[in-house]
């Protein structure tokens, strides 16, 4: 068992934002980072509808969710909220692209060309456009999704293809180890082939974001580059579900 503590009130939420704010700030200043590069993304998967309106208040206004679905569900029932937006983080089945193409304002697990197809041709029929990232499997286990790092350079060749995605950068998870030595080269490894992918990403194509790291591994991700931290836990507090139930074939690293 992990010790996040679960936050409940709009005041509760606040001094969790402010506490995970601070260790960005401290892990940006390590860095020389400024901190306004760094995106904070609060993960409100699992999490109810009453907390997330109190989350809402504390001043989360974009959330982060895994499962389709759920993130759906939660859209059409907070239409009310002004300005409520929801990041699509978890990887994404053809058939379930024109859910992602209704509501969702980025999708962060791009890694197939069936699936830019799909969410293009809804996106276009619909009249809107999607900020992605690909995601890239930089841990090289087999349980994880994303493509591999020597394959992003020509699958982000195609990419232009598809005029409804406005690839912004890379998503990726790293090794869930508490071992820094084994979490950092997943962090390096995305931020060097961002570097490489730079020179050689076709015209409308931006290499900026890097999306990485979690409640557990923030910091370093914070350390190595990252423009977008994911973070659920450290936030709403601990889950019961079992993060087998979102990354299928992972043991619960609780
Ligand atoms: C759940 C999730 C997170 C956040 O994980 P926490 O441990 O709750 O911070 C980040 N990224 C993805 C893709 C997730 O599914």
């Keep these: 068992m992990n010790t996040y503590t679960t936050a409940n009130t709009v005041a509760e939420f606040r001094q969790h934002l402010a506490d995970v704010h601070a260790r960005i700030a401290a892990a940006c200043a390590k860095a020389g980072r400024d901190p306004a590069s760094v995106r904070l993304l ?8 009453a907390r997330i309106r109190n989350a809402y208040a504390a001043g989360c206004h974009t959330l982060g ?3 389709v679905q759920e993130a759906h569900r939660k859209w059409q029932a907070m239409a009310d909220l002004p300005d409520l937006k929801w990041a699509v983080i978890g990887h994404l089945q053809t058939n379930k692209a024109k859910l992602v193409a209704e509501f969702a304002s980025e ?24 900020d992605v990232l690909v995601q890239v499997n930089t841990s ?3 349980s994880k999704f994303g493509l591999p790092p020597d394959a992003v350079e020509a699958f982000v060749k195609q990419l232009p293809a598809f005029s409804s995605l406005r690839v912004r950068g890379l998503m990726t ?18 931020r060097e082939l961002r570097e490489r992918l730079r020179q050689s990403a ?5 290499m900026d974001e890097l999306s990485m790291g979690m409640s557990g591994d923030y910091a370093l991700a914070v350390e190595e580059g990252s423009t977008i931290v994911r973070v659920g836990q450290a936030i709403f507090g601990a889950r019961k ?3 087998s139930a979102y990354w299928p074939g992972t043991a619960d690293h609780g």
């Design 241 to 243: 579900v079992p993060d």
């Design 107 to 130: 999708f962060q697990a791009l890694d197939s060309l069936r699936v830019a197809t799909a969410l293009d041709k809804h996106l276009q029929a619909l009249g809107r456009s999607l």
């Design 42 to 49: 609060p993960v409100s998967k699992t999490v109810p509808e």
């Design 202 to 206: 076709p015209a409308g194509i931006a």
């Design 173 to 190: 998870l790293a090794s869930f180890s508490d071992d820094a030595a084994k979490v950092r080269p997943c962090f390096v490894r995305l």
């Design 140 to 142: 090289n286990e087999a």
């Design 65 to 67: 969710e895994n499962k």
